[in-house]
Each structure stands twice: as structure tokens, then as C-alpha cells.
């Protein structure tokens, strides 16, 4: 007995193992973070459904892994997603990353690893950014400019 309690994720009153993973997608400052476990298909982002996300122009970026993978794929889980930092579109972004790296985690730590292949095939062969974070940053900002690469306009005479 090493004090570590082998069975941490536990629901309160059950000695049954939750299965779950914990995920986060990011673009930009913007980081949103997947917990996906067994259930009916729930989707919440910052405990709206996901359906009702705003703006509404940028609902079905989010809903793009859902669209391609097919509802069926997410009817055995829960996922609950937070989001913070950045701005709208890219929440958007994160959002939508850590809804399909949710997905993927789950499909190789609880099913098994042919349908998680199927799955992350799917997604890339659509989209690169829904697996693999965008490494691009804001450039600061130098001297002897208003900003990282213009310089401020000279006069000869």
C-alpha cells in the first residue's frame, strides 16, 4: 500500500472505473480542453450544447469532425469541453481540435486501435489542424515601426 489509489477516476458511491480521457486543442492563446467519457452522445462546450454555439456563421467548423465521422462515432460518449483565451474564431479552432483529439484518445485507450486508425485517417485526410496544433504565433512588435515588419514612412525633404 503506496497511498497512490489505483482507481482515481471514480464516480461518487460506485467502485466502477469511469472510462475517460482528457484532451485539449489549441490555436493561437486559445486552449480548450475535451473531458470525454462513456455515455449517450452529449456534447457541451462550456456547458452549452453544441449546437447552440455562437457565432453562428462558425457552427459548422465545429461541428466538421462530427459531420465527417458521423453521428454513430459519438453516440457511446460524453464529451464536455472548456474554453479560454484568444479570440472568437480562434476558440472556434480549439474547440474543434479538442473535439476530435477527444475522440481519437478514446477510440485507442477503450476500443480499439483499427477503428481509432479509421477515425484519425478521416480527419487528416480532411483537415491536418484537427489532430495537430497550428505552431504559428502573433510576431512582436520592433522599434522604428507601428509594427514586427513596417517601418515608419521617411520624408527626403
Given at each position: 500500500?503506496?497511498?497512490?489509489?489505483?482507481?482515481?477516476?471514480?464516480?461518487?458511491?460506485?467502485?466502477?472505473?469511469?472510462?475517460?480521457?482528457?484532451?485539449?486543442?489549441?490555436?493561437?492563446?486559445?486552449?480548450?480542453?475535451?473531458?470525454?467519457?462513456?455515455?449517450?452522445?452529449?456534447?457541451?462546450?462550456?456547458?452549452?450544447?453544441?449546437?447552440?454555439?455562437?457565432?453562428?456563421?462558425?457552427?459548422?467548423?465545429?461541428?466538421?469532425?462530427?459531420?465527417?465521422?458521423?453521428?454513430?462515432?459519438f453516440?457511446?460518449?460524453?464529451?464536455r469541453?472548456?474554453?479560454?483565451?484568444?479570440?472568437?474564431?480562434?476558440?472556434?479552432?480549439?474547440?474543434?481540435?479538442?473535439?476530435?483529439?477527444?475522440?481519437?484518445?478514446?477510440?485507442?485507450?477503450?476500443?480499439?486501435?483499427?477503428?481509432?486508425?479509421?477515425?484519425?485517417?478521416?480527419?487528416?485526410?480532411?483537415?491536418?489542424?484537427?489532430?495537430?496544433?497550428d505552431?504559428?504565433?502573433?510576431?512582436?512588435?520592433?522599434?522604428?515601426?507601428?509594427?514586427?515588419?513596417?517601418?515608419?514612412?521617411?520624408?527626403?525633404?
Amino acid at each position: 500500500s503506496s497511498g497512490i489509489n489505483a482507481e482515481w477516476p471514480l464516480r461518487p458511491g460506485s467502485s466502477k472505473m469511469v472510462k475517460s480521457v482528457q484532451v485539449f486543442g489549441r490555436k493561437k492563446t486559445a486552449t480548450a480542453v475535451a473531458y470525454t467519457k462513456e455515455g449517450n452522445g452529449m456534447i457541451k462546450v462550456n456547458g452549452v450544447p453544441i449546437d447552440l454555439i455562437q457565432p453562428a456563421s462558425l457552427r459548422y467548423k465545429v461541428l466538421e469532425p462530427i459531420l465527417l465521422l458521423g453521428k454513430k462515432r459519438f453516440e457511446g460518449v460524453d464529451i464536455r469541453i472548456r474554453c479560454r483565451g484568444g479570440g472568437t474564431v480562434a476558440r472556434i479552432y480549439a474547440i474543434r481540435q479538442a473535439l476530435s483529439k477527444s475522440l481519437v484518445a478514446y477510440y485507442q485507450k477503450f476500443i480499439d486501435e483499427t477503428s481509432k486508425k479509421e477515425i484519425k485517417d478521416i480527419l487528416l485526410n480532411y483537415d491536418k489542424n484537427l489532430l495537430v496544433a497550428d505552431p504559428r504565433r502573433c510576431e512582436p512588435k520592433k522599434f522604428g515601426g507601428p509594427g514586427a515588419r513596417a517601418k515608419y514612412q521617411k520624408s527626403y525633404r
